[in-house]
Nanobody, 123 residues
Framework: VQLQASGGGLVQAGGSLRLSCVAT????????IGWFRQSPGKEREFVAAYRRNGGATYYSDSVKGRFTISRDNAKNTVYLQMNNLQPEDTAVYYC?????????????????WGQGTQVTVSS
């Protein structure tokens, strides 16, 4: 399984970005993709997750209502649409995957990780 994250950049507060995570090698329906982020000096934290079986989604409280996770079947891509970005959203964002049929915010559940993409929000 390989994950390729992209779409980060510099944006002003209130702006939007869409991150992409292209997944190769994930077959069948029993998998979940999550987005995590890490700021300097902080631990990596859960942002959102999508479960392939049934299409369930789950968000952290800090991004609920602003971020949306979705999937494009044809492109094997999971997106994270981020609206109304704030300086506290500045972080390196990572996508991760697991072959489990449930959503989890725990890092330890995810076996596969992509490289990060930097998101910087200026005030």
């Amino acid at each position: 399984v390989q994950l390729q994250a992209s779409g980060g950049g510099l944006v002003q507060a209130g702006g939007s970005l869409r991150l992409s995570c292209v997944a190769t090698g994930l077959t069948g329906s029993g998998w979940t993709i999550g987005w995590f982020r890490q700021s300097p000096g902080k631990e990596r934290e859960f942002v959102a997750a999508y479960r392939r079986n049934g299409g369930a989604t789950y968000y952290s409280d800090s991004v609920k209502g602003r971020f949306t996770i979705s999937r494009d079947n044809a492109k094997n891509t999971v997106y994270l649409q981020m609206n109304n970005l704030q300086p506290e959203d500045t972080a390196v964002y990572y996508c991760a995957a697991n072959r489990k049929n449930f959503i989890s915010a725990s890092l330890s559940v995810y076996s596969f990780w992509g490289q990060g993409t930097q998101v910087t929000v200026s005030s």
